[in-house]
């Protein structure tokens, strides 16, 4: 596919597998799933639930802009939470990130998520 290019900024964790940040087909953006790593120590934050989810909308907006585009232009969220007992905290968090129209969203309750941490998320962006 010719249209398609890697996104890979420095201001989001650097991909810890064999994937990339990002990956741009057309005008839509692919974000890997960000957890809450500081992307200068490549650490877990520290704090509560909603400061460890505070840092992955971060990382993924700093993606975003890397590629163009604004947390706005995401079409598609997904986010997996090892305790969906959070879920009305990631609701008040994402309402300091995003205005409406608010994207399409689901919420995971999942087993484990690397490294321990309690949430993760990936979106497809849409940019024009």
Do not use: H, W
Request: charged share 20%; hydrophobic share 45%.
């Amino acid at each position: 596919m010719s249209n398609k290019s890697i996104i890979q900024t420095d201001s989001a964790p650097e991909a810890i597998g064999t994937y990339s940040q990002a990956v741009k087909a057309g005008d839509t953006v692919y974000l890997s799933g960000q957890i809450p790593l500081d992307p200068e120590t490549m650490e877990v934050v520290s704090g509560d639930f909603a400061d460890k989810t505070r840092r992955v909308f971060d990382n993924l907006r700093a993606i975003c802009e890397a590629a163009g585009g604004e947390l706005k232009d995401i079409v598609k969220l997904n986010i997996y939470m090892t305790d969906l007992a959070n879920f009305a905290t990631v609701n008040e968090v994402m309402a300091t990130y995003f205005q409406e129209p608010y994207p399409a969203r689901a919420a995971i309750g999942v087993a484990a998520l690397p490294k321990g941490v309690p949430v993760e998320m990936d979106a497809v962006m849409v940019i024009s």
